[in-house]
């Protein structure tokens, strides 16, 4: 079959010792970075990008891979034994698996993630490697139109999906996307929005943007956590699940890995929403449901094998179409694209290498995560026990070096700073940051389409309605919108999100 | 009925910056017709903006304020301006000398600073930062830079 043969090929890659090595320091370097508080798998990616740009793309795509599952599991550690999720996606995981901690039950409820995770990851890959070549092919099928029409699908999705004002997600988004065309118009060399800043002429650095707003700007919340939270601190217990433990998460594992290999490759969606979904999925059809909230293992096990499998599938969108469908695939694009990679139908074709190598790599990954971090918990817990104020200043040199190196440019540390500004006033006005990224990421992408399905067309805007794929994935967006402000729903959804 | 004020400062900021793209937008130079040119899209999208801009200062009378928890802003500030006088020092004074500056004043973002801690987190940082990025990863920074004599 030539499934395997592919898998072969990719195995070839991924286990070359090179590889290997790379994605187990990827997954180490991860979880070590993701466990702090306040550092999510996208700051924790934004910090070690640097590191991966001095290798081959193979490599660099497999040790980011790598950083990404080691953080989403450093994330969980820390919100189990300290309940301060670094990001959204496992804020759903603190709700029982503090609570597990709090009964003595810290250990298991470790050992559930990574199990969990495990499960939903090696289920992840196959779904990858057996549904990304054909939707590849028919992405070829896509017109400059269709694809146009597919990326306001992805930013109305990531708006409809975001906390709190539906208008005030849209206004990020735009002011996103407008971010993303500061520099030189790559036709005509037309400069805009560059203020006559030499060092804006080449675009805004990526970095700065997710460090200034993801890192620089949470700092000053962080400090105050820290300071009124980490008591609730609880010590390690035996990882050893009982037998009754394992019978209870079989259920609740498959559930969340069919949800979140769904939803993970749904536009906008990602390992935040699959694990919301996951949890949301348990409390209506598990037999523990009362439980639920008071320290349950399945409020452990499906969310973390959702979040998982929708981190895997999440790079479907991201290889075939070149769509980020979340803020931490735009970041992934981003370190392609400096590495002279242009995700996209072609890649599978073109890079085979790297493709089959990084499926097979995240198989690999998520084993590491398991005979890695479970071992090794023990001492990431101890990293929890490190004072923040000792942290961040690491925090911050680590993220001005790193933004610093990318183009050696000075400016680019200012402009860091001058986000983390930025990011301060979205807290303080309660915007949200991910549809902003995403549409920054998506700009210059997007008005490549937009232009392109123009000079087609003769300059008519018809275009954008006349194929049907365009319609059918517009008219999807629409109702996306409308549907999330219907009232019954925009209820639902702030409910869920609250939670 | 209350004013919500966060609303308004929300609605009127991106209005401001919509409208400002704007004006930016058409200075852009555009030869030809101009819905193909490198005019077009960031003139739609900041028309779009400055609407949203409006819909949330419309929105703004209709909805009660909910509480936020407060941001200290002294942290911000102390990143910022450590930041900053990274980015001047970085070439001229060089990788070790800065990281260790920079370790310094950030630690005044906490309100209650240890000063020998930091002092010595100021020098750990140096060191590793010199061993990984110069040492090891060499990337092109001088570990000490011209304004200093050795």
Same mark, same amino acid.
């Given at each position: ?5 592919? &898998? ?26 993701? $466990? ?11 910090? &070690? ?50 609570? =597990?901690? #709090?009964? @003595? !039950?810290?250990? $298991?409820?470790?050992?559930?993630? %990574? ?47 975001? #906390? ?62 820290? !300071?009124?939270?980490?008591? @609730? ?21 498959? #559930? ?30 598990? #037999? ?7 320290? %349950? ?56 290498? &790297? ?6 790599? =995240? ?64 807290? !303080? &006005?309660?915007?949200?940051? %991910? ?16 232009? !392109? ?47 | ?31 030809? *017709?101009? +819905? ?31 509480? +936020? ?20 020092? +970085? ?51 001088? *570990? ?7």
């Amino acid at each position: 079959m030539e499934l395997f043969s592919h &898998l072969a090929l990719g195995a070839n890659v991924a286990l070359s010792p090179y590889n290997l090595l790379y994605c187990f320091i990827g997954v180490l370097l991860g979880t070590l970075i993701g $466990v702090l508080p306040g550092l999510g798998p996208m700051a924790t990616i934004a910090m &070690l990008l640097p590191i991966t740009f001095g290798l081959d793309p193979v490599t660099s795509i497999v040790m980011l891979a790598g950083i990404y599952y080691g953080a989403q599991y450093g994330g969980s550690i820390t919100a189990i034994l300290i309940n301060l999720p670094g990001e959204a996606s496992s804020v759903v995981t603190a709700i029982d698996g503090h609570k =597990m901690a #709090r009964q @003595g !039950r810290a250990g $298991v409820a470790l050992a559930t993630a %990574a199990i969990a995770s495990f499960c939903a990851g090696t289920v992840a890959t196959v779904v990858l490697a057996v549904f990304a070549p054909p939707l590849a092919a028919m992405a070829i099928l896509f017109g400059a139109a269709d694809y146009f029409a597919l990326m306001i699908l992805g930013l109305v999705a990531s708006i409809a999906l975001a #906390r709190g004002s539906l208008i005030k997600a849209i206004a990020m988004a735009l002011l996103g996307l407008l971010l993303g065309l500061v520099g030189t118009e790559l036709t005509t060399g037309a400069q805009r929005f560059t203020f006559g800043i030499p060092a804006l002429t080449s675009g805004i650095n990526i970095l700065a943007v997710a460090m200034g707003i993801f890192a620089i700007a949470e700092i000053g919340r962080n400090i105050d956590e820290q !300071r009124r939270g980490v008591k @609730g601190s609880y010590k390690l217990t035996s990882l050893w699940l009982t037998r009754i433990d394992v019978m209870r998460i079989l259920a609740p594992i498959v #559930r969340g890995t069919v949800l979140g290999s769904l939803l993970g490759v749904l536009p906008g969606g990602g390992a935040t929403l699959a694990s919301f979904a996951a949890y949301t999925l348990e409390k209506k059809v598990s #037999r523990s449901r009362a439980e639920l909230g008071e320290g %349950a293992i399945e409020g452990v096990a499906s969310p973390e094998a959702a979040n998982n499998a929708a981190a895997q599938t999440a790079f479907i969108p991201m290889l075939t179409l070149g769509i980020p469908s979340n803020p931490v695939m735009a970041l992934i694009i981003g370190a392609l694209i400096m590495q002279g990679i242009q995700p996209g139908p072609g890649v599978i074709n073109s890079q085979p290498e &790297l493709f089959w190598g990084l499926i097979v790599s =995240m198989w690999v990954g998520n084993l590491f995560l398991i005979v890695l971090n479970l071992p090794l918990v023990g001492l990431w817990a101890k990293l929890l026990a490190v004072p923040y104020r000792v942290l961040f200043p690491i925090i911050i040199v680590m993220s001005a070096i790193g933004v610093y190196s990318i183009n050696n440019s000075v400016f680019d540390i200012v402009l860091m700073a001058g986000f983390g500004v930025v990011g301060y006033v979205m807290i !303080r &006005l309660d915007f949200e940051p %991910a549809p902003l990224l995403l549409g920054f990421i998506i700009g210059p992408l997007m008005e490549e389409y937009f232009l !392109r399905a123009l000079t087609i067309s003769r300059g008519n805007p018809g275009t954008f309605v006349e194929s049907p794929i365009s319609i059918g994935l517009l008219a999807v967006a629409v109702i996306g919108l409308v549907v999330t402000v219907v009232p019954a729903v925009s209820k639902r959804r702030e409910t869920v999100f609250v939670e | 009925m209350t004013l919500n004020g966060r609303e308004i400062i929300s609605g009127l900021t991106v209005l401001v910056i919509g409208i400002g793209a704007c004006f930016l937008s058409l200075r852009i130079s555009s030869s030809g *017709p101009w +819905i193909q040119g490198p005019m077009s899209f960031p003139l739609i999208i900041s028309i779009l903006l400055s609407l949203s801009g409006l819909g949330i200062l419309a929105r703004s009378f209709f909805v009660a304020a909910v509480d +936020i928890p407060a941001l200290p802003l002294r942290p911000l500030l102390v990143v910022v301006a450590g930041c900053v006088l990274f980015s001047v020092l +970085i070439v001229p004074l060089g990788l070790v000398p800065s990281v260790a500056l920079l370790v310094l004043i950030s630690s005044f973002a906490d309100d209650r600073p240890r000063i020998v801690e930091s002092l010595v987190l100021a020098a750990i940082m140096a060191l590793v930062c010199y061993l990984m990025f110069t040492v090891a990863l060499s990337l092109p920074m001088r *570990p000490f830079g011209a304004w200093l004599p050795f």
